[in-house]
């Protein structure tokens, strides 16, 4: 007896969905992202306007200055959606959980000389509260900002400022034992140092602006590019003469999220610059003036780790987030 097997190739009717064929093109597949991204926020049909607003409607674009024609083009370079973000920040935790595993196992913290230690307390710890502000900032992007492709991204940002904050805790109860002491002394540090009161108001004024999209160049593009490779490079390498060395492979994470989360800042800020002359010096104007308040925030605390080198640092990050800016179609 011969058993003869055969093949059927059945053609879809469609490729993907009728929202997201009406933009690539009905005979072509869709991605995930594009399927989870295309034509989510609601437009139309809102029951009330919020009392707190009601010139505008629920969602409504005129909360920002920023037009756009399409709010598509605010994509994620990255595509993320659910699934690809989180097994991407899944990686990168595992990773983070081997480098704090193998720093408690062999004791590393206590190689590190008590004067750098005790820098490392008040440049690093307080940061928690920062991050969780930049959590409180990305969230009200996500709660009035227009457009699936910007909000979605967003609330992905909101969850990564948690957890760097609870990376930053956890290198505070592993320094001072678990007892949770440090990070009681850094909420202090924060509210009321006077190195930190700078960037505190900085945030605290994000808290309140009413347009969302310079809260974004604000927080993502200015705060977040000067800091990072301030504190995360400048800071860690001036530690390496002090036994810092430990601390390294703890922060790894903020570099990484940093360097993979920028590529999303500049395709959204770049793409509604090319939108407009009058979107680009929207932007231009809101990256010059968090720009400057960026570095009168950031030069007490730098002055308080680097001394007499800390405004040369500073000014060569400053160098760095222009040129960053100039690159995506900002006038700084």
């Given amino acids: 007896m011969t058993i003869e097997i055969k093949t059927a190739t059945i053609q879809p009717r469609r490729q993907t969905y009728a929202n997201v064929a009406r933009r690539i093109g009905a005979d072509k597949p869709a991605s995930r992202y594009d399927e989870s991204m295309f034509d989510l926020q609601a437009t139309g049909e809102f029951h009330y306007r919020p009392t707190w607003a009601p010139e505008l409607e629920l969602f409504d674009a005129r909360r920002t200055a920023i037009v756009l024609e399409d709010w598509h083009v605010l994509r994620d370079p990255r595509q993320f959606y659910y699934g690809t973000y989180t097994i991407t920040r899944s990686r990168m935790m ?39 502000g930049a959590n409180m900032n990305n969230c009200n992007i996500t709660d009035i900002g227009f457009g699936s492709a910007i909000t979605e991204a967003a609330m992905f940002a909101t969850m990564d400022r948690l957890g760097i904050a609870q990376v930053i805790s956890r ?14 002394a850094a909420k202090q540090t924060w509210l009321d140092h006077a190195s930190w009161q700078g960037l505190r108001h900085a945030m605290e004024d994000l808290f309140v602006a ?4 310079e809260v974004f160049v604000a927080q993502n593009l200015v705060l977040d ?21 430990s601390l390294s492979p703890l922060t ?21 610059a090319r939108e407009s002359a009058a979107n680009a010096s929207h932007l231009s104007g809101w990256a010059a003036q968090w720009s400057a308040r960026a570095r009168d925030a950031l030069l007490p605390i730098a002055t308080d780790v680097l001394g007499p080198q800390a405004e040369a640092a500073i000014d060569t990050h400053m160098a760095d987030l222009a040129a960053r800016c100039r690159k995506i179609g900002l006038a700084v």
């Fill in 94 to 132: 595992e990773a983070t959980e081997k480098a704090f595993a193998y720093a408690e196992r062999r004791g590393h913290v206590a190689g590190i000389s008590p004067e750098w230690l005790q820098s490392v307390h008040h440049y690093l710890l307080p940061l928690r509260h920062y991050e969780w």
């Fill in 171 to 184: 290198i505070g109860l592993l320094m001072d034992g678990g007892t949770g002491a440090s990070l009681s």
């Fill in 225 to 245: 590019g000067l800091l990072y490779p301030l504190v995360y490079r400048g800071f860690d390498e001036a530690g390496l003469a002090h036994g810092g060395a």
């Fill in 252 to 272: 790894e994470f903020m570099l990484d999220w940093f360097d993979e989360t920028s590529r999303w800042v500049d395709a959204v800020i770049g793409a509604a």
């Fill in 210 to 213: 009413p347009d969302w999209f």
